[in-house]
């Protein structure tokens, strides 16, 4: 009795495979042993001669199909044949799935645990030990997994389904450095085709704020007749979305200006130089801006919060 197995050499996945698994590999190796030194093996696929190869002096043969497979299901059987010509019967089939097909599933970052940023949807995080959560278009194909990486594409981690179209990878154990750092995620088939890429932006700043900073609100530009122009606290306007305006100081790279009222964000100001401007949308009347000092790095605030008179 001839008997052998298939090993997969390319892609994703590699090394021996069972009988009945999907391969991106078209010319597998083959081989087997316990064979009769001088023997011939020879090789079928679906019956018909695709090549043969020697017993070594220690019973064992290795084969490679000189013609790639094509991408379909394989019955690769053996049969020995001694020096004098007699052929044995064949070798029960391995079953070879050749699958060149990438998967029609995407994979998304869809978020990142903790997100401390302006949003929890910012991608901007204080956190170094990050879950990472990937969300996949349409269902997976029996065997196919998620797949994140978190250096740009270096290296790929496992993520684990969670629930419905949501899978998870926890790198809570491996603190990441400061930066901006590129996630990706891709769906790859279990025959190791991988999917179409995608790619999220991720900022991590677990430093201090800065300090020695200084912000204020100076004046709000108002475009509305019949008074138009700059005008300073204490004013009464009929524009309601006038264009708030004021100085900062002290700020470094990465720093930004944010304006608040009370607790809810208001918006993310434009900066120039040492002045700032931000154009705010549908503002109640009766409103006085004040300034409070603070700081920004991604992840931190430097924040006006405007308070109702």
Known sequence: MVNGTFEDNVGFVQGPQPSGTATDDTTPGLGGS??????????????????????????????????PLTEAEHKLSFTAVDPVGNESKPSAPIVVNVDLT?????????????DTGSSSTDFVTSDQTLIISATVDVALEAGAK????LDDGKNWHNATLVSGNTYSYDNRA???????????????????????TTRQAVVIDSGKPTSDNAVAIT??????????????????????????????????????????????????????????????????????????????????WARHRPTSS
């Open 34 to 67: 316990g064979g009769t030194f001088g023997d011939v093996i020879k090789v079928y696929d679906n019956g018909s001669l695709i090549g043969s190869t020697a017993v070594d002096k220690n019973g064992n043969w290795s084969f490679t199909p000189v013609t």
């Open 102 to 114: 990438a998967p029609k599933a995407k994979a998304t970052i869809s978020a990142i645990n903790e």
């Open 146 to 149: 998620v797949q994140v990486s």
């Open 174 to 196: 491996s603190a990441l450095p400061d930066g901006t750092h590129s996630f990706l995620a891709r769906v790859v088939d279990a025959a190791g085709n991988p999917g179409a």
């Open 219 to 300: 004046n709000y530009a108002d475009d509305v007749d019949p008074v138009k122009g700059d005008f300073t606290s204490g004013t009464s306007t009929n524009d309601t979305t006038p264009l708030l305006k004021g100085t900062v100081a002290g700020l470094v790279n990465g720093d930004v200006v944010q304006v608040f009222e009370g607790t809810t964000l208001l918006g993310t100001a434009q900066l120039s130089g040492s002045a700032w401007s931000l154009q705010l949308a549908n503002t109640p009347a009766a409103r006085t801006p004040t300034p409070q000092r603070s700081s920004m790095r991604p992840g931190t």
